[in-house]
Structures are given as structure tokens and as C-alpha cells.
T-cell receptor, first 113, second 114 residues
Framework: DSGVTQTPKHLITATGQRVTLRCSPR?????VYWYQQSLDQGLQFLIQ???????AKGNILERFSAQQFPDLHSELNLSSLELGDSALYFC????????????FGPGTRLLVL | AQSVAQPEDQVNVAEGNPLTVKCTYS??????LFWYVQYPNRGLQFLLK??????LVKGSYGFEAEFNKSQTSFHLKKPSALVSDSALYFC????????????FGTGTLLAVQP
């Protein structure tokens, strides 16, 4: 158990809908990263937050957004969903120091029908 | 741009035999390298990392990796494979830009036959 929790584990929804994925980092970790794992794109970085502020963006679509709250949990919002958004979404947390390890949650499997 | 490559989509090995999962990297300067494992329907589990120091890094579950600067490689190894080691293995490099994001390889499926 990495100490990173993600809810829900599975999500099935329809095209055009909006969903929210939640992540709770390990105790004391300030950084949260979101990654997407799909068959065609592999594991790709989406966005990073550090202590409540957006730190960096990767290949994140404009339909997607995220935030990190004062208690350091994070939410990834996916809207106007398309079939191609079906993927496994991971969050990872890190203490904030560059050399430290990122620990991953179990992921949320999203299926858009 | 920084990247890692995993040249083998799948590695097959018999239980009890040594295993190697290959990874090569392309990084300017000194790399920070990681191995993660993903079991079916599970998240990514950290195995080991190379930051600096000894080129042979020991990690979880009996795995180790050898950092080779001249060959720009970071191969994952285990002296004796177990059926339970069957999983998807990812090599990753830490981005040295504005973020600490991980850049992952495409993954190697390890299949250990009993």
C-alpha cells in the first residue's frame, strides 16, 4: 500500500458527461501529479500541483482541469467526455524534494460509452 | 528532450532463471532513473531508483538495477525469477525541467513460466 488513495476505482459514464476523480496524497506529501495511462498513449503526465498551486502542465486537454485543496487532496475534473478519454488515471504524490520518489495510487479506471 | 526506451515489449523467462528487463535513457546531464511495476488491475508500485552513488541499486522484492553511464542503460535484474514476478514493468526518468514529472517508457511485460 503506497498510502495514496484514489476514488472511485471504476467509473462508467456516457459521452458528453462530466466526472470528478479524487486523490488523497500520502501524509505530509505536498506535491500531487496526475497521469493518464491508455493503450495508444502509454503513461503520460497531465498536471502537477504543489501545496495548492499549479506547478506544471503536460498533455492535458482543455476539457480537463484539476485543483488541490488546502488539505492537499486533489481532484481531476474531466468534462465533455469522449470515447477516447477512456483510460486509467493515476495520481502520485511526492514530498516535494526533487530526489524523492513519487508514490502512485491504485488508479481510477474510466470507461466512456 | 529526455526519454527512456524499453526495447522489449515482452520478456519470457522460466521460474528460477535470472531475468533482465532492459531500459536505455537519453538525458542531458546526470539522470534520475526509476523502475515501477504494475500488476493486473493495480497501481504502479515503486521498485527502485538511481539518483547518484553506487551503480548497482537494490530494490524491493529482490530486484536490482545496474546503472551504466557509458551504455546509457538502467537494466532491471533479478537472480531467480518467480511466477509472481509476472507483471508490467516501467522504466522512468525524472524530468529536469520546471516539474518533477516522470517520463515513462512503453513498458515491458514480464512472463515467468512455472
Amino acid at each position: 500500500d503506497s498510502g495514496v488513495t484514489q476514488t472511485p476505482k471504476h467509473l462508467i459514464t456516457a459521452t458528453g458527461q462530466r466526472v470528478t476523480l479524487r486523490c488523497s496524497p500520502r501524509s505530509g506529501d505536498l506535491s500531487v501529479y496526475w497521469y493518464q495511462q491508455s493503450l495508444d498513449q502509454g503513461l503520460q503526465f497531465l498536471i502537477q500541483y504543489y501545496n495548492g498551486e499549479e506547478r506544471a502542465k503536460g498533455n492535458i486537454l482543455e476539457r480537463f482541469s484539476a485543483q488541490q485543496f488546502p488539505d492537499l487532496h486533489s481532484e481531476l475534473n474531466l468534462s465533455s467526455l469522449e470515447l477516447g478519454d477512456s483510460a486509467l488515471y493515476f495520481c502520485a504524490s511526492q514530498s516535494g524534494q526533487f530526489e524523492e520518489t513519487q508514490y502512485f495510487g491504485p488508479g481510477t479506471r474510466l470507461l466512456v460509452l | 528532450a529526455q526519454s527512456v526506451a524499453q526495447p522489449e515489449d515482452q520478456v519470457n523467462v522460466a521460474e528460477g532463471n535470472p531475468l533482465t528487463v532492459k531500459c536505455t535513457y537519453s538525458v542531458s546531464g546526470n539522470p534520475y532513473l526509476f523502475w515501477y511495476v504494475q500488476y493486473p488491475n493495480r497501481g504502479l508500485q515503486f521498485l527502485l531508483k538511481y539518483i547518484t552513488g553506487d551503480n548497482l541499486v537494490k530494490g524491493s522484492y529482490g530486484f536490482e538495477a545496474e546503472f551504466n553511464k557509458s551504455q546509457t542503460s538502467f537494466h532491471l535484474k533479478k537472480p531467480s525469477a518467480l511466477v509472481s514476478d509476472s507483471a508490467l514493468y516501467f522504466c522512468a526518468v525524472r524530468d529536469k525541467g520546471a516539474t518533477n514529472k516522470l517520463i515513462f517508457g512503453t513498458g515491458t511485460l514480464l512472463a515467468v513460466q512455472p
